[in-house]
């Protein structure tokens, strides 16, 4: 009877075991924007902890002209894009709606 071999790759991120030191977050809360109506800020966002995770959330929003008002939700996720080098966010949405950045 032989062993089963250990996987090599990480199936959630597809990079080797080991080789990828960022994590995949949700993060989300109620924001404003001058001249809209509070809604949730939500991001999907790779960073090595949750912390750098809020970090970003806010200079992201901040950047879109987003004020943050509520608590910060902040939850591991699994990815929906593959992960980059750097730390980053995608798939920003704004009351549900997808934000483009201007």
């Known amino acids: ?4 071999p250990t996987p090599k790759f990480d199936f959630d991120t597809g990079m080797p075991k080991g080789s990828f030191p960022l994590l995949h977050f949700t993060v989300r809360s109620e924001c404003e924007k001058a001249g809209e109506t509070p809604a949730e800020l939500q991001m999907m966002i790779w960073a090595d902890t949750p912390q750098k995770a809020v ?4 200079k992201v929003g901040e950047h879109l002209g987003f004020k943050v008002t509520g608590e910060l939700d902040v939850a591991e996720s699994v990815s929906m894009s593959p992960p980059r080098k750097n730390a980053s966010a995608y798939d920003v949405r704004f009351g549900g709606k ?3 950045p201007s």
Not at 1 to 4: C, F, I, V, W, Y
Not at 55 to 58: A, P, S, V
């Open 1 to 4: 009877m032989t062993d089963k």
């Open 55 to 58: 970090e970003l959330f806010r």
């Open 98 to 100: 997808v934000v483009s």
